[in-house]
């Protein structure tokens, strides 16, 4: 064989290094699809979770912590509509709930029919499955396999729907949902990248422990909050008039002061009792009015809502677990997160909805071997509307040109792309119940948060809250003359927002769940 002269050898050797980098260009190797492996967690609060650091402190995780050890904390992961169906819309189309259809929890019902970007990965020959927490109303779409909770679900021996088939799963929700997607992974065509979406039920409200974990804290006194008694001055009617206080709204049931829960067996029931009953009869005797009595269902609260958490964790080590095991890891996208944030008796709430911090940032973490440096943190202006231009582009798959969300590959780089949106627009529905949450739109940057409480007839007002001299969101500044230019900036941001995601001047009517309807009244 004649050798091939070196000045061709050496134009071949830049070509090929060429090529293998454009191929490369988004952090794989050519020809390689990863695994995507989305764990989804149901109003879990960042201050849960330890690698957020809280000063609190209120739980260890470790492997949460884990995924933020070996792969990327972000800390500005924004929801555009603080409420569990329409993040979990917003989540598989990449769009703004004014988009997708799906407004709110009280009547909205997914448009299973419209593209989602687990459709396009099985079109492109990703093996796909969901389990747990669907929560839409409609059956899933765009899954090889699918096994849901009934609407909300319950923690206990939870009924499911595998494939449409009802059936009743025996156990502790979260363990059952953990088995049912590692039975799917053991089972998957080995053949095909996945995509798997765990989704739990926890810890949302009832907050209902697993009986190994009662007791889990000691009997601890949390820290509490600084804002735990927040009587709302320097603010409006709206946070004046909800119905999501930990004094007023929390019921008997949340804080397990009636029957415990259905569904457990002999022994569960005995260990439920042992725990909750005596010290049930010791707060009725102490007779707790006033601070007090807000502190003990602080406590209880942050006792249940925290088990929860536990047994989410214990979930992700888990899954975890099982990637390292079958050699997976270093193929496989991790990325674990939640719907939205939660009150942990911040401004003495619970719940979310709103745009202040608690309820706006979800916890999102993100690990990716070979792509993503380990122990990196990242404050760009992210959200779940990028999850779908993100898993597309890894997958090759080409975005539709009507997503909303773009795609994080380069921040998951370590990346800071010039264009990154500075700014992010949000916009809540649901009202007046549950929670009588004022629905109210505005937009958020690295400092600011304008917010527009829509015009009723007993409201009709901006709000202006500078995060850099008012952290705790306590003073309304909008009136303030020093702060004109800022809201004139806003406001024209709030507009240009408005018109790219082509928001409407006013919502339909059923967007707005239980609203009367001489009160969906929205001025352009």
Same mark, same amino acid.
């Given at each position: 064989?004649?050798?091939?002269?070196?000045?061709?050898?050496?134009?071949?050797?830049?070509?090929?290094?060429?090529?293998?980098?454009?191929?490369?260009?988004?952090?794989?190797?050519?020809?390689?699809?990863?695994?995507?492996?989305?764990?989804?967690?149901?109003?879990? /609060?960042?201050?849960?979770?330890?690698?957020?650091?809280?000063?609190?402190?209120?739980? #260890?995780?470790?492997?949460?912590?884990?995924?933020?050890?070996?792969?990327?904390?972000?800390?500005?992961?924004?929801?555009? =509509?603080?409420?569990? &169906?329409?993040?979990?819309?917003?989540?598989?189309?990449?769009?703004?709930?004014?988009?997708?259809?799906?407004?709110?929890?009280?009547?909205?019902?997914?448009?299973?029919?419209?593209?989602?970007?687990?459709?396009?990965?099985?079109?492109? &020959?990703?093996?796909?499955?969901?389990?747990?927490?669907?929560?839409?109303?409609?059956?899933?779409?765009?899954?090889?396999?699918?096994?849901?909770?009934?609407?909300?679900?319950?923690?206990?021996?939870?009924?499911?729907?595998?494939?449409?088939?009802?059936?009743?799963? !025996?156990?502790?929700?979260?363990?059952?949902?953990?088995?049912?997607?590692?039975?799917?992974?053991?089972?998957?065509?080995?053949?095909?990248?996945?995509?798997?979406?765990?989704?739990?039920?926890?810890?949302?409200?009832?907050?209902?422990?697993?009986?190994? @974990?009662?007791?889990?804290?000691?009997?601890?006194?949390?820290?509490?909050?600084?804002?735990?008694?927040?009587?709302?001055?320097?603010?409006?009617?709206?946070?004046?008039?909800?119905?999501?206080?930990?004094?007023?709204?929390?019921?008997?049931?949340?804080?397990?002061?009636?029957?415990?829960?259905?569904?457990?067996?002999? !022994?569960?029931?005995?260990?439920?009792?042992?725990?909750?009953?005596?010290? =049930?009869?010791?707060?009725?005797? /102490?007779?707790? *009015?006033?601070?007090?009595?807000?502190?003990?269902?602080?406590?209880?609260?942050?006792?249940?809502?925290? /088990?929860?958490?536990?047994? $989410?964790?214990?979930? $992700?080590?888990?899954?975890?677990?099982?990637?390292?095991?079958?050699?997976?890891?270093?193929?496989?996208?991790?990325?674990?997160?939640?719907?939205? &944030?939660?009150?942990?008796?911040?401004?003495?709430?619970?719940? *979310?909805?709103?745009?202040?911090?608690?309820?706006?940032?979800?916890?999102?973490?993100?690990?990716?071997?070979?792509?993503?440096?380990?122990?990196?943190?990242?404050?760009?202006?992210?959200?779940?509307?990028?999850?779908?231009?993100?898993?597309? !582009?890894?997958? &090759?798959?080409?975005?539709?040109?009507?997503?909303?969300?773009?795609?994080?590959?380069?921040?998951?780089?370590?990346?800071?792309?010039? #264009?990154?949106?500075?700014?992010?627009?949000?916009?809540?529905?649901?009202?007046?119940?549950? @929670?009588?949450?004022?629905?109210?739109?505005?937009?958020?940057?690295?400092?600011?948060?304008?917010?527009?409480? !829509?015009?009723?007839?007993?409201?009709?007002?901006?709000?202006?809250?500078?995060?850099?001299?008012?952290?705790?969101?306590?003073?309304? $500044?909008?009136?303030?003359?020093?702060?004109?230019? $800022?809201?004139?900036?806003?406001?024209?941001?709030?507009?240009?927002?408005?018109?790219?995601?082509?928001?409407?001047?006013?919502?339909?009517?059923?967007?707005?769940?239980?609203?009367?309807?001489?009160?969906?009244? *929205?001025?352009?």
């Amino acid at each position: 064989m004649t050798p091939m002269p070196f000045g061709v050898r050496r134009l071949l050797f830049f070509a090929l290094a060429a090529s293998s980098l454009a191929l490369s260009a988004n952090g794989i190797e050519p020809g390689r699809r990863p695994n995507i492996v989305f764990i989804f967690a149901d109003d879990m /609060a960042y201050q849960a979770v330890g690698a957020y650091g809280d000063p609190r402190m209120l739980l #260890d995780t470790p492997n949460f912590d884990r995924v933020a050890k070996e792969g990327i904390r972000f800390d500005r992961c924004l929801v555009p =509509n603080s409420i569990c &169906g329409p993040a979990r819309a917003s989540v598989i189309t990449g769009k703004y709930s004014h988009m997708n259809g799906f407004y709110n929890n009280t009547n909205s019902r997914f448009d299973g029919s419209q593209t989602t970007f687990p459709k396009l990965l099985q079109k492109a &020959g990703y093996q796909t499955a969901v389990v747990g927490k669907w929560h839409l109303g409609s059956d899933p779409t765009g899954f090889d396999y699918w096994n849901i909770l009934p609407g909300q679900g319950i923690y206990y021996d939870p009924p499911m729907f595998e494939m449409g088939k009802r059936s009743k799963r !025996e156990g502790y929700v979260t363990d059952v949902i953990t088995d049912l997607s590692l039975d799917w992974l053991k089972n998957r065509d080995r053949s095909k990248p996945f995509l798997l979406m765990c989704q739990h039920k926890a810890p949302h409200r009832r907050w209902s422990p697993a009986v190994r @974990h009662l007791g889990h804290d000691g009997d601890r006194k949390y820290p509490e909050p600084p804002t735990l008694f927040d009587d709302y001055a320097g603010r409006g009617l709206a946070e004046r008039d909800q119905d999501m206080t930990i004094m007023g709204t929390m019921n008997d049931d949340d804080l397990k002061l009636v029957d415990c829960p259905e569904h457990l067996d002999p !022994e569960e029931l005995k260990a439920w009792n042992a725990y909750y009953q005596p010290r =049930n009869e010791a707060f009725r005797k /102490a007779n707790l *009015k006033g601070a007090d009595l807000v502190r003990w269902k602080y406590n209880r609260y942050m006792h249940d809502y925290l /088990a929860c958490v536990k047994a $989410v964790d214990e979930s $992700v080590g888990r899954v975890l677990k099982y990637l390292d095991d079958e050699g997976l890891a270093d193929d496989t996208l991790v990325i674990v997160t939640s719907d939205q &944030g939660f009150y942990l008796g911040e401004h003495g709430w619970f719940d *979310k909805r709103w745009i202040f911090e608690e309820s706006l940032k979800t916890p999102m973490l993100a690990r990716w071997p070979g792509v993503i440096a380990p122990g990196r943190t990242d404050d760009h202006i992210v959200s779940n509307i990028d999850f779908a231009s993100t898993f597309l !582009e890894i997958a &090759g798959v080409d975005a539709p040109d009507d997503l909303q969300g773009r795609s994080l590959v380069p921040v998951l780089r370590g990346e800071a792309p010039a #264009d990154w949106r500075k700014s992010f627009y949000y916009e809540y529905y649901e009202y007046p119940t549950p @929670h009588h949450v004022r629905p109210h739109y505005g937009v958020v940057t690295d400092r600011y948060k304008l917010v527009r409480f !829509e015009a009723t007839a007993d409201l009709d007002s901006w709000e202006l809250f500078d995060l850099k001299t008012d952290p705790l969101e306590l003073k309304n $500044v909008y009136d303030d003359p020093a702060n004109a230019g $800022v809201v004139d900036e806003l406001k024209r941001e709030l507009a240009k927002l408005r018109r790219d995601l082509r928001a409407p001047a006013q919502p339909p009517r059923e967007a707005f769940g239980n609203r009367p309807l001489d009160e969906a009244i *929205k001025k352009p």
